[in-house]
């Protein structure tokens, strides 16, 4: 703390005000937490500035809040939870933001820095312990580091390939008292970066990749998350539609070509539609445009595009040809990238591969996603088809993990970028409710659709009180078939049908859990008028529970095995 007579251009405020302040500089308007006795400082900042604050029911979920918040809004989300358990509990949400490059910054309380590593109450070293799934770890020391740290965490979560950074706070920090500039805590507009000119690599590399598409017979676009990230939805559809070539998507890029497009062949990789991976697996030239190449859009690299020419954008240069070997790479985000593809002197050139389109969209329409409906019982399939129509596939769509998540990438109309809201790479169960929760903040004024299995409802269930408190419009589909879906589905291909702890005989009346948190509760059956009763159900506002009790053996088709190529595919045109 300065001993000198202050000026009139400095103030006296805790670690604790200078965290909130940096808060509001930085335009957080609201952030995802649960408190405790080293966060209590900083709580009490919120409370004393009244600041928005989300009381989350633990820990974990509010991690997955915070990303369902940026996924949907492209802003960081932001965390702020006590040490030990609270910090420890983070840290599933964290790698899973690491893995799906959701920008967050997580605030942990610590114990006194005199207390730290003595094995006080409810110390961890939780920097040690996130460092491999974060960005950056800061432990803050001294209080007049502290904006500085602040700016720093803000600037890593969105800089370059996003993703979360901790800030840890020890809670004796939290209360001391320096003098700062006034200056420097005034309200400031988010930093205009000015978009890089190209390098003289980057330009080459653009030219090669059109020429590369111009020599082409049977060229794909690939499109991944990456396009979300950057913002770069606009020329994304300019381009392809420029060039007239057909485009394939992961699992995160959908929506950022509508799907009912002409040139939308819809997701490839272990559960894709059948044209699209066909046209990975028979194309000549392969323009990957911010995806990752992972296992499940890759089952077997041996046998992935063998032979195409694969050009691959990305800003993160250690994706590129990390899993695929590549032949034109581009370092850069995929604004940059397409905003150069589109600029270039070359003019587009396709009839040579217009019988490449019509096989790829006649393959599109002979073997669409498909499901035989069921006498007893309502197929996912048709529920998530219905919610469609009523949505005009217009809804922001959060899914859990599961066979649910698939059958929602497979049936739902996606129109636009940042529509889907799931955990991809790390594959999180109980993600859904408090993603869900997050989205509804980002978007209060749109339909929140959640599709949930039965399993994944029951990890995190207990956020049900927030969305009952805050009158969240968030619609929850619980697709119920008393098995660990996806696993069961697994255990029935490769494991001899051995159902080893994936059934669920008995269950809770998911009536009465709705009741207990005072939501509207509806079970849907097959008699019903789907569409009728969907319309009414949305035509509420506030939160809903939409009980479907489904088939407990259907499977989510097509589907590639472990170590099968992309043209392998199970249960096509069953």
Request: charged content about 15%; aromatic content about 8%.
């Amino acid at each position: 703390m300065l001993e000198k007579q202050p000026s009139s251009n400095l103030e006296l405020l805790t670690g604790a005000e200078i965290l909130v302040q940096s808060l509001i500089q930085h335009q957080v308007d609201l952030l995802f937490g649960y408190p405790g006795g080293a966060i209590l400082p900083v709580f009490d900042s919120f409370y004393t500035t009244a600041f928005h604050n989300v009381l989350i029911r633990h820990e974990q979920a509010a991690a997955h809040a915070a990303e369902g918040y940026a996924k949907t809004s492209g802003k960081t989300g932001v965390v702020c939870v006590t040490s030990g358990p609270g910090a420890a509990n983070t840290l599933t949400g964290i790698a899973d933001a690491m893995l799906d490059s959701v920008p967050l910054v997580v605030f942990t309380g610590q114990v006194a820095t005199s207390a730290i590593g003595t094995h006080a109450f409810q110390e961890l070293d939780i920097v040690k312990m996130a460092t491999p799934i974060t960005k950056a770890c800061f432990q803050v020391t001294s209080v007049e580091n502290l904006p500085t740290i602040l700016d720093r965490a803000f600037e890593l979560a969105q800089a370059g390939r996003k993703g979360p950074v901790l800030v840890d706070l020890p809670k004796d920090v939290m209360g001391t008292k320096c003098y700062i500039q006034k200056d420097c805590l005034a309200h400031r507009q988010p930093r205009l970066v000015s978009q890089p000119a190209l390098s003289l690599e980057q330009t080459q590399q653009v030219q090669l990749i059109l020429v590369s598409l111009k020599a082409a017979r049977k060229p794909v676009v690939l499109v991944g998350a990456g396009v979300t990230a950057a913002k770069a939805s606009a020329l994304l559809r300019t381009f392809v539609t420029r060039w007239h070539v057909p485009v394939v998507s992961t699992l995160l890029g959908l929506g950022n070509v509508p799907v009912t497009s002409d040139l939308s062949l819809g997701m490839a990789g272990m559960h894709g539609q059948f044209a699209a991976n066909m046209a990975l697996h028979e194309c000549d030239f392969l323009l990957n445009i911010g995806a990752r190449f992972d296992d499940r859009l890759v089952p077997n690299v041996a046998k992935f595009a063998p032979n195409a020419k694969i050009a691959h954008v990305d800003i993160d240069a250690n994706e590129i040809g990390r899993i695929v070997p590549v032949d034109l790479p581009f370092v850069g985000d995929a604004h940059l990238a397409l905003q150069a593809l589109l600029q270039a002197d070359l003019a587009p050139e396709f009839q040579q591969w217009q019988s490449w389109l019509q096989l790829c969209q006649q393959r599109h329409l002979d073997h669409p996603y498909h499901y035989h409906k069921a006498e007893a019982k309502l197929k996912p399939q048709e529920v998530i088809e219905a919610v469609g129509t009523v949505t005009k596939g217009q809804a922001i769509v959060v899914t859990d993990v599961g066979q649910h998540q698939m059958w929602a990438a497979q049936f739902y109309p996606y129109q636009m970028a940042n529509q889907l809201v799931t955990s991809g790479g790390l594959g999180t169960m109980g993600f859904g409710i408090p993603a869900a929760i997050g989205a509804a903040y980002a978007h209060p004024d749109k339909t929140i659709v959640l599709f949930v299995g039965d399993g994944g409802f029951q990890m995190t269930s207990e956020e049900l009180e927030v969305l009952a408190i805050e009158q969240l419009n968030i619609k929850i589909v619980l697709l119920n078939n008393q098995t660990l879906g996806m696993v069961r589905q697994w255990q029935d291909e490769f494991y001899q049908q051995h159902h080893s702890a994936s059934m669920f005989p008995q269950q809770p009346n998911f009536e009465v859990l709705a009741t207990a948190y005072d939501i509207s509760y509806q079970t849907l059956q097959k008699q019903d008028d789907l569409v009728a009763k969907l319309d009414l159900i949305f035509a509420k506002p506030g939160p809903f529970l939409i009980h479907v009790p489904i088939p407990t053996f259907e499977q989510v088709y097509p589907m590639i095995a472990p170590g099968h190529g992309n043209n392998e595919m199970m249960g096509v045109d069953d």
